[in-house]
């Protein structure tokens, strides 16, 4: 049974291997595995009898929770005679706050620091814990500043052995920040990992970025290998590009000019906040020719634009560092604070960016996350600092507003037209609405308030498009900049359709990126009473709503457009038959036969054959799903009459499909599998994949109902990797539902009863539910339960709720279920 966790006054105890790689090469990896694991028995066996707690392991890390100071100073002690290995450890006491995943608060950090700050085979103190044991037992190392960039703590030593000079910062003025640093590692790693290959370093980004509080952690990090010292010169405050140097001066101590004092000398220099004095850049340049051993490293909200220079744009933090980030000042804030589910969202809403979480942790005393998420249209002005921040960082408006002012008119005028869209653009995008020129472009990107993205995208962080959106409705361009993009928007829709209807991943995948700034246009087009070109960009949006999984979405807005405007027009018979084919997608077959019956007249009437013959298959569908087979034959026979000059061609393909399924309803099957090998031989000599895989899936039905699954599956396997090829997700959907009847066909139940609970999960996450699916769905169940128990079934649904189809069929390909 495990051990309570110890609360109230908590002694940590940390210890990690010193120099764990070059004993794996010393020992080789045998050896070394034998070596950890002897370490681990040690340790757990004297670290448990003295009452220690493991609260967590990392690696070959341990954190032991211990309920009194001396017998965590006794574990130590003897753990260390125990062990071959050479094992740092550090301990520390405090109050913690002690939640359900284990403690939280700055004694954990401070603990984790001091270990690393020893050798192997010490053990190192802290004050608190040392005035808890005796400081007389132990060995005054002296005042000390960690890594961890604390203020100065008396450090402690058990026993009289001589060791390395602790890993400590010194000769430095960095400042101690009010936090402690946290998430962030693999940025870290990367900052540290460039210091030790440039001789100029500039960390960009926005502001509340965190570059400042990075910047801080990782040169103090790589402090060692500047044994002249590491200085931080603060420039917020500054207005005067010539005082930069000499504020350089006056923080290094220079009295006869800075590059006299630095010379030859190993030494870092951290230039903070360098945006507003970029005049100053060049003589950096000078100053880094001048002494030959000085690193720079600065932040700025953009780059320096010098020889040699090497960026480094900071991110926004991971999602769980961001959480973490929340927690621990939320907590800080209120120290009973315990996260809810609003939380991951609203730190995403939030974009994880450091400077906003920090804001929005502090008004937890005063309102729950969910009611801040409710809030954050205007959070701009809500999320508020306290005293003794600096102004620029008192709101996300003063933050970005600081930026703002630093550009010329020309680039605020850029700035404000790219608000119009959402979710980035291209640059050609930006060129033909925003009239952008590529150096003004360049310059938001260096001034961090635009990104690049996947080489070709540029955008805004939505905090920073908020901003950008009043200041383009204050410069009275909002309306005309809304109808360019519009009418650019839906000439590119347009453009896409016949491609994207053909199923091209290319076109597929590039207006799928640009919904965000599709949906911009079909709001403006309906504010605007656009209808006419309201209902074309419904339209023509349709196929990749139905493919990419966005039905509900896609039928709202095509029913919408066309309650807005009821003439009969070429546009709004194009709207009818693309909320047919949607209507059809979700199992609604009256509302498809009105559509599509409203719709086919006026085809008819503007010449489109193309569009009447869409009507007339989109009607057999749904008389095929309602098992109206006379019916359905009938409309698929005049849909293969109007299209037999083009066997070849998609709707020709699609109406042998047709009739083949209304034959099969009529009982004659024979004649059915002979239409659908018709409609394969021309899909697959027309290279359309899409009927291709929908012919194939067809046809493993009609082997699955003559009971030869085996036949079926290898089918099913084809129409599935065409389908997860060309990303259609509703069609993936089918495939798992049929490929998992197949497999309980072969008794493989368990994989089944998991893939087929894939399958439903996604149709319900794309919202497309045809009527057929309920005949399937119940005739798979009824096998499954045949081959297992209620019990069983229960917990295969339930895993297989949860895992992507994609990965159950790759298990299933890769082996067959055991029993």
Known sequence: MERELPAGTVTFLFTDVDGSTKLLQELGPDCYAEALAAHRRVVRDVFGRHGGVEVDTQGDAFFIAFPTAPAAIAAAREAQEGLEIPVRMGVHTGTPLRTEEGYVGTDVHRAARIAAAGSGRQVLVSSATAALTGRDALRDLGEHRLKDLSAPERIYQVGEEEFAPLKALYRTNLPVPATPFLGRKHELGQVVDLLAGTRLLTLTGPGGTGKTRLALQAVAETSERYPDGVFWVPLAALRDPRLVLEQAAQAVGARNGLTEHVADKRLLLLLDNFEHLIEAAAGLAELTTSCPNLLLVVTSRELLRLPGEQAYPVPPLEAEDGTQLFLARARAAQPDFEPDEAVPELCARLEQLPLALELASARVRLVSPRQLLERLSGRLDLLKAGRGVDPRQQTLRATIEWSHELLELDEQRLFARLAVFSGGCTLEAAEDICA????????????????????????????????????????????????????????????????????????????????????????????????????????????????????????????????????????????????????????????????????????????????????????????????????????????????????????????????????????????????????????????????????????????????????????????????????????????????????????????????????????????????WRAGEDEETLTFLSEQLSEAELEEELKLGAAIPPEEIVAAALEAPESG
Request: proline share 3%; hydrophobic share 45%; net charge negative.
């Open 436 to 771: 952008a020129d590529l150096d003004t472009l360049q310059v938001l990107v260096d001034k961090s308030l635009v990104r690049v993205r996947e080489g070709n995208r540029f955008s805004m962080l939505e905090t920073i498009r908020e901003y950008a959106l009043e200041q383009l409705e204050a410069s009275g361009e909002a309306e005309e900049l809304l109808g360019s993009h519009a009418a650019y928007f839906l000439a590119l829709a347009e453009e896409a359709w016949p491609y994207v209807h053909e199923y091209s991943t290319e076109w597929l995948d590039r207006v799928g990126q640009e919904l965000p700034n599709m949906r911009v246009a079909l709001d403006h087009l309906e504010e605007s009473n656009r209808h006419q070109e309201l209902l074309r960009l419904a339209a023509a949006l349709q196929p990749v709503w139905g493919i990419r999984g966005s039905m509900n979405e896609g039928r709202l807005r095509v029913e919408t457009a066309l309650a807005a405007d009821d003439r009969p027009t070429p546009a709004r018979a194009k709207a009818l038959t693309a909320a047919a084919d949607l209507a059809l997608g979700q199992g609604d077959d009256e509302r498809v036969d009105e559509l599509a019956g409203e719709a086919l007249p006026m085809h008819r009437a503007s010449g489109d054959d193309r569009g009447a013959v869409e009507s007339l298959l989109l009607m057999a569908h749904a008389a095929a799903d309602r098992e109206d087979f006379e019916r359905a034959r009938y409309l698929a026979e005049e849909a293969a009459e109007a299209t037999k000059s083009d066997p070849h061609s998609t709707h020709a393909i699609h109406a042998t499909w047709q009739l083949g399924w209304a034959h099969v309803g009529l009982g004659e099957r024979e004649r059915g599998r002979e239409l659908y090998e018709e409609a394969l031989r021309h899909a697959r000599a027309a290279g359309s994949t899409n009927l291709q895989s929908l012919v194939l899936s067809t046809v493993s039905r009609l082997d699955i109902s003559e009971d030869r699954p085996a036949d079926a599956l290898p089918l099913l396997l084809e129409s599935f990797r065409l389908n997860v090829e060309m990303g259609d997700r509703w069609r993936i959907a089918i495939d798992a539902t049929r490929i998992a009847r197949a497999l309980a066909g072969l008794g493989q139940a368990r994989r089944a009863a998991r893939l087929f609970a894939s399958g439903k999960a996604l149709f319900e996450e794309i919202g497309g539910a045809p009527s």
